[in-house]
């Protein structure tokens, strides 16, 4: 995806739409709801591919890509930094060796020192290079890669060059930090993941509020145009995706559901202009 530096030029085009923002519903249906809203790139979850094809095949992918004008643009997730490796890294490479996605996103938590986890990362970063696929760590703080000071000292320690963070704007204010925090970590951050929400956590149970009460952008307090004018002075070239998980979604069409974060997405790059 051919992404502007500047962020005023941003269109919901430029964003991956994540597997996330609809939950389990059918291929069909998701692919059309995303291109009816303007996105052009999708997500895929390892879990549900890896038990849709048992039944299925990745031709019969390849058609719904096709039919809807998509491509796939990340993968998640995966768990690379724990003793034992994570089964959902052999669906990821199936996935990678078809699609070529820009992306496999990763999460803690890690097993070990940093210096371990930085190995275990390294390995998978050697590993999907042969796809050209980036492997960007996800910090979330309810795991011991709590924040992009981690993750970002984890890349350091493996030295790829595919191996780079994907920050999630919930996250950085559910660390209690701000954009501002991101400043050291920026030389790392290749993906900016976009929603937005209340500062203060509304449920004490970090996963569960990240599951059930994220918005779309421009319904919350983030600083999202800050956001963007940081990526633009320090990463430029930096990607986007959309994750909003929110539970009142599920009782919405999908078609809604997409177009909002759309809309959302434009109300958000209109105030930089």
Partial sequence: MTLPANSAQLTPANFT?????????????????????????????????????????????DALLD????????????????AEPDPREETAAVIAEHYRPARLQ???PFDGT??????????????FAQWGVDVVLEPLPFTNMKTPAIAAEIC??????????????WHLYRNGLSIDDLAPAWKHISTVQFNDG???????DLLQDCLDNRR???AGEFDLVGLLRARDAHRPDASFSIEVINAAHASMAPQAVAQSIADGITAVVAKLE
């Fill in 17 to 61: 739409f994540s597997y996330n923002c609809l939950g389990d519903i059918d291929y069909d249906t998701r692919f059309a709801v995303a291109k009816a809203a303007g996105f052009r790139e999708i997500g895929i979850n390892l879990r549900h591919i890896g038990g849709w094809l048992q039944d299925h095949s990745l031709s019969e992918l």
């Fill in 67 to 82: 039919k809807h004008e998509l491509v796939v643009g990340e993968m998640e997730a995966v768990r690379l930094m724990l």
């Fill in 106 to 108: 990763a999460t803690g």
């Fill in 114 to 127: 940093l210096e371990d986890a930085a190995a275990r990362a390294g390995r998978v970063a050697d590993r």
């Fill in 156 to 169: 350091e320690l493996a030295s790829r060059p595919n191996l780079s963070i994907c920050m999630d704007v």
């Fill in 198 to 204: 209340t500062v203060i956590a509304e449920n004490a």
């Fill in 216 to 218: 779309v952008p421009n």
